[in-house]
T-cell receptor, first 112, second 111 residues
Framework: RKEVEQDPGPFNVPEGATVAFNCTYSNSASQSFFWYRQDCRKEPKLLMSVYSSGNEDGRFTAQLNRASQYISLLIRDSKLSDSATYLCVVNDMVLGNEKLTFGTGTRLTIIP | DAGITQSPRHKVTETGTPVTLRCHQTENHRYMYWYRQDPGHGLRLIHYSYGVKDTDKGEVSDGYSVSRSKTEDFLLTLESATSSQTSVYFC??????????FGPGTRLTVT
C-alpha cells in the first residue's frame, strides 16, 4: 500500500463548479498535512496546510479526518486558473527528522 | 517567492559521466532537500541536509551523493549517470523541516 494515495484523475470540471479531492495516508502517527499545487512543468507550490479543525482560504477548504486517515480539498467556484495537479503531502517524524511524503497528484482541468 | 535557484535548468549528458546539480538559497534556511520527480511516482526524496556538513539519505539515494559546505548551497552529484536517472530534479528548502519551498527544477536527460 502506498503511504499517500490520491486519485490521479484527470478531473475535467466546468468553470464555476465545485470539485473535491480526497487523499488517504497509511501512517496513523503522521503529524501534519498539506496540499501543494503544481502547474505543468513547474515546481510544486504550497497551497495550504491542513489543520485538524479544518481550514478555509478563500475558495479553498481543507479537511482532515484522523480516524479514517484521509484529507480532502474542496474548491468552490472553480476558475480556469485552478487547472493544475494537486499534491497531497504528509509529514512524518523519521529518526528525529521530519520527512514529507508526497502523493502522485490529482490532475484538474477546468473547462470554459 | 522563496529565494531558491537551481543550476543548470536543463542538461543532457551521456551515460557514465559525472553530473553535479547546484541548489542555492538566499533565505538562510537550515533544511535543504533534493527530490526527483518521475511519472507515476510523485516526488521522491534523494538526500537532505539539516545543517552545514550534516546530510542524510532519502528513499532513493543509490547512485547519488551530496555536499553542503555552506548554508546557502546544496550540491547533488550523480557519480556515474545512468539512463534511469533521467528525471526532473527539485531542490527544496525549509526553515524548520515542515513546510517546504521548491526551486524551479532541473531537467536532466541521460543518453
Amino acid at each position: 500500500r502506498k503511504e499517500v494515495e490520491q486519485d490521479p484523475g484527470p478531473f475535467n470540471v466546468p468553470e464555476g463548479a465545485t470539485v473535491a479531492f480526497n487523499c488517504t495516508y497509511s501512517n496513523s502517527a503522521s503529524q501534519s498535512f498539506f496540499w501543494y499545487r503544481q502547474d505543468c512543468r513547474k515546481e510544486p507550490k504550497l497551497l495550504m496546510s491542513v489543520y485538524s479543525s479544518g481550514n478555509e482560504d478563500g475558495r479553498f477548504t481543507a479537511q482532515l479526518n484522523r480516524a479514517s486517515q484521509y484529507i480532502s480539498l474542496l474548491i468552490r467556484d472553480s476558475k480556469l486558473s485552478d487547472s493544475a495537479t494537486y499534491l497531497c503531502v504528509v509529514n512524518d517524524m523519521v529518526l528525529g527528522n521530519e520527512k514529507l511524503t508526497f502523493g502522485t497528484g490529482t490532475r484538474l482541468t477546468i473547462i470554459p | 517567492d522563496a529565494g531558491i535557484t537551481q543550476s543548470p535548468r536543463h542538461k543532457v549528458t551521456e551515460t557514465g559521466t559525472p553530473v553535479t546539480l547546484r541548489c542555492h538559497q538566499t533565505e538562510n534556511h537550515r533544511y535543504m532537500y533534493w527530490y526527483r520527480q518521475d511519472p507515476g511516482h510523485g516526488l521522491r526524496l534523494i538526500h537532505y541536509s539539516y545543517g552545514v556538513k550534516d546530510t542524510d539519505k532519502g528513499e532513493v539515494s543509490d547512485g547519488y551523493s551530496v555536499s553542503r559546505s555552506k548554508t546557502e548551497d546544496f550540491l547533488l552529484t550523480l557519480e556515474s549517470a545512468t539512463s534511469s536517472q533521467t528525471s526532473v530534479y527539485f531542490c527544496a528548502i525549509s526553515p524548520a523541516s515542515y513546510e517546504q519551498y521548491f526551486g524551479p527544477g532541473t531537467r536532466l536527460t541521460v543518453t
